[in-house]
């Protein structure tokens, strides 16, 4: 049974929501403002131990809020939060845990200096008998949870030199050594290989067989609908659809999520007609630097005007190296770039900027964002805004530019001087494409453009990615998505160890010949 509309907005025990006796925890009409805008309006759920409950809806639609005020993290302005029947008020997130909901958010949380086994276990150190870190114990059990999720990851890996996905898997580990009761997965599988996927899938269905509640939030509604018992919907912070996974397919959740049809990707686009080479990429190669480092290795390709390339591969095989080297963010060990015909080796993202090379990097967090600046200033931190006389900062001007590309971008904010922090993830991504969009470069490299982002958001990226390729941009597009790299791309090329293995025209490739490349031992002839 399915409940849609005001019913399911009202009816707390309308279609899927599990009954109070049977539900480990029970949110009743949560309220929440920020900014004097109402981001969550009496929401209502019920998570069943031994259950997947699946939280859906686009970017901006309320779900991370929810998943805020669960965690511990922000207080509600209204409402009520029931463990196992018993009213309780979650004073932040060590008390979350403490009560057995742990939370594994979308955007890390991690130790970037600290080994693995020091992140798991931060701020829990068990100690022996003598009062001292029980360091070999830790990294047993850090062993042992890594693989449980079938990871090849050292517990004395630095977690800085770690790949996304190998951070998330970490993030995970972390979450399953609390030994919750409630388990909160944010986007768990958006920067996961198919084989670590399916080994998620399978840790999940051992945790709800041991009575583990899960509360899982993704974009991938295969996922969700493989995965999950029961669902909710949120749309502009209303709970507009909950019932059982069962009774719904995906187009009906794709509806309820965006109030709206969605047509399917149209792959017409590849044949446009490219203009000037913008980029090319000459027998590149990356400095070494460790082992464990993905390199490029001999490398060549190019990139017109008007051409979207598609460049995939597997985790780590070096498709973002290859992207920071021509941004300057890595040193070149040798081979040649060139920039409209020019000889290209930028010292830094400085040059790289000026010369009209733009990226959006697969990590918002760290790399794009300022969490405590408003949102017009993460807007014009690369300097889209020319500033007054004598290098004053001009706010004013700031916030208009912003202005112009906030509807072009249906970006969700409550305003301008909010912090950045307080957006969703994927309208943090529409601010720092906006960012770019604002110097108008020539050259733009996308690095998992969607990652975390909805149905719907994705759609509206997607589009604003083949107009600009329209206007004559060359894109650089890098994604672990494969239906995304063979929906937006003209050509895509194949990269495994950081060698080209292969090149498809976009119209002609398919999944499996593409996969084909990305997992061939060595460098078509």
């Known amino acids: 049974m399915i409940a849609t509309g005001s019913d399911a907005r009202n009816d707390v025990s309308s279609g899927g929501a599990t009954p109070p006796d049977e539900a480990f925890l029970d949110v ?31 970017n901006g639609a309320g779900k991370s809020t929810l998943i805020n005020l669960l965690s511990g993290i ?11 029947g018993q009213p309780v008020e979650l004073t932040g997130p060590n008390d979350a845990q403490k009560r057995g909901i742990s939370t594994i958010h979308q955007e890390f949380s991690l130790f970037p200096d600290l080994t693995v086994a020091e992140t798991i276990f931060a701020g829990r150190l068990p100690v022996n008998r003598l009062g001292l870190v029980d ?38 580990g972390r979450a399953l050594t609390l030994k919750s009761r409630l388990i909160i997965m944010d986007e768990p599988t ?24 899960i509360l899982f939030v993704s974009h991938r509604l295969e996922e969700v609908k493989e995965l999950a018992d029961s669902f909710t919907v949120l749309r502009d912070g209303v709970v507009v659809a909950r019932g059982d996974i069962a009774d719904a397919t995906i187009d009906d959740l794709v509806r309820w999520m965006v109030g709206r049809e969605l047509l399917e990707e149209d792959r017409d686009h590849a044949a446009s007609k490219p203009g000037a080479v913008v980029l090319e990429v000459e027998n590149l190669h990356s400095k070494p630097r460790s082992a464990r480092s993905a390199s490029v290795e001999g490398v060549s390709f190019a990139v017109r005007a008007g051409e979207i390339v598609g460049l995939a591969g597997l985790v ?19 081979g040649v770039i060139r920039l409209n015909g020019q000889a290209f080796r930028p010292k830094g993202p400085g040059d790289a900027i000026a010369a009209g090379v733009a990226l959006v990097p697969e990590d918002r967090k760290q790399q794009s964002l300022f969490p ?8 014009a931190a690369v300097g889209s805004v020319r500033p007054g006389l004598f290098g004053t900062l001009r706010r004013k001007a700031e916030k208009l530019a912003f202005q112009q590309f906030r509807d072009r971008l249906k970006l969700r904010a409550a305003g301008a001087d909010a912090p950045i922090a307080t957006l969703s993830g994927g309208n943090q991504q529409k601010v720092v494409l906006a960012r770019w969009l604002a110097l108008k470069p020539r050259l733009l490299i996308v690095d998992e453009p969607t990652r975390g982002v909805d149905i719907g958001a994705k759609t509206d990226l997607h589009r604003l990615l083949r107009e600009l ?24 090329l194949a990269i495994r160890s950081g060698h080209l293995t292969g090149e498809l025209a976009g119209r002609d490739a398919d999944e499996e010949s593409l996969m084909r490349l990305m997992t061939l031992p060595k460098a078509a002839a």
């Open 190 to 213: 958006a920067s996961l290989t198919p084989r670590e996927v399916g080994r998620l899938k399978s840790v999940i269905r051992s945790l709800t067989a041991e009575g583990v509640a």
């Open 28 to 58: 009743e009409k949560l309220t929440k403002n920020f900014f004097g805008v109402t981001v969550l309006d009496g929401v209502s759920l019920s998570i069943a131990a031994g259950k997947v409950h699946a939280l859906l809806g686009e």
């Open 316 to 334: 780590g095989a070096g498709r973002t190296e290859i992207a920071r080297l021509i941004f300057g963010a890595d040193p070149i060990g040798s």
């Open 372 to 379: 405590s600046l408003p949102i017009s200033e993460n807007f």
């Open 135 to 172: 360091w070999r114990g830790i990294a047993k059990r850090t062993a042992a949870v890594m693989q449980q999720l079938g990871a090849d990851i050292a517990p004395g890996r630095r977690v800085a030199d770690l790949s996304i996905a190998e951070q998330q898997l970490v993030e995970i």
């Open 74 to 84: 922000h207080k509600p302005d209204g409402g009520a939060l029931r463990i196992d």
């Open 469 to 492: 390729a329209a206007d004559g941009v060359a894109i650089l597009l890098i994604s672990s998505d494969l239906p995304e790299v063979l929906a937006l791309s003209d050509r895509i």
